[in-house]
């Protein structure tokens, strides 16, 4: 049944988002360069000035590899978070800014605060990672996402780049179920945020 219900939001979800196959090198905000070799497809969001790329291999809201490139302090992760699996009493959704020289938990903090829009979130790991050629944190959460009540699990990476004008931040996101999506569709999450560069 909740698998239902997600198979149906995915389709009144692609009603209104234009999803387009994905492959080669593809550049995300002009700053960050990865390639594509499995069957992805990018979602053309309905707004524009978004720092991210949102693709998925199975459709929307099955699962969501998100890749930011180059967001700066006082950036926001997202300009417009999704709301649709909010409730109507809900309160505002929080909007997760960039700082400089925040540390390495409190960016995890940042991606913990963007999920929690969709239900409950919990990171279960944090290590010491990579991310685009930069030292960086690899991190795992679970999300109870309100809408289907479906259980999700999550991955991040991400690195902060030090540059003459500010910090920079290369971050990825893969979410999908916990049962049947996940396992099988981080194999090629990884394979593609294994190839992410910086451009220039």
């Known amino acids: 049944m909740r698998l239902l219900a997600s198979l149906l939001l995915a389709c009144s979800l692609a009603a209104c988002s234009?999803?387009?196959?994905?492959?080669?090198?593809?550049?995300?905000?002009?700053?960050?360069?990865?390639?594509?070799?499995?069957?992805?497809?990018?979602?053309?969001?309905?707004?524009?000035?978004?720092?991210?790329?949102?693709w998925t291999q199975e459709g929307l809201p099955l699962?969501?590899?998100?890749?930011?490139?180059?967001?700066?302090?006082?950036?926001?992760l997202m300009n417009r978070i999704v709301t649709y699996s909010r409730g109507a009493d809900s309160k505002d959704p929080r909007v997760p800014t960039f700082k400089e020289g925040l540390p390495a938990e409190k960016v995890v903090n940042l991606f913990e605060e963007l999920y929690a829009n969709e239900g409950a979130v919990q990171v279960t790991k944090v290590d010491r990672g990579s991310f685009a050629g930069q030292p960086g944190?690899?991190?795992?959460f679970t999300l109870d996402r309100r809408s289907d009540d479906l259980v999700l699990k999550g991955v991040g990476w991400f690195a902060v780049r030090k540059t003459a004008n500010g910090d920079e931040l290369y971050a990825a996101t893969f979410v999908a179920p916990q049962l049947a999506f996940f396992d099988r569709l981080l194999p090629q999450a990884e394979a593609v945020v294994k190839t992410a560069r910086i451009k220039g």
């Open 18 to 54: 234009i999803m387009t196959r994905v492959e080669g090198d593809e550049i995300v905000n002009d700053r960050l360069v990865v390639h594509v070799n499995d069957a992805w497809n990018r979602i053309a969001d309905p707004w524009e000035g978004e720092l991210y790329d949102t």
């Open 137 to 140: 944190v690899r991190f795992e």
């Open 63 to 76: 699962d969501q590899l998100r890749i930011w490139g180059a967001v700066k302090p006082g950036q926001t």
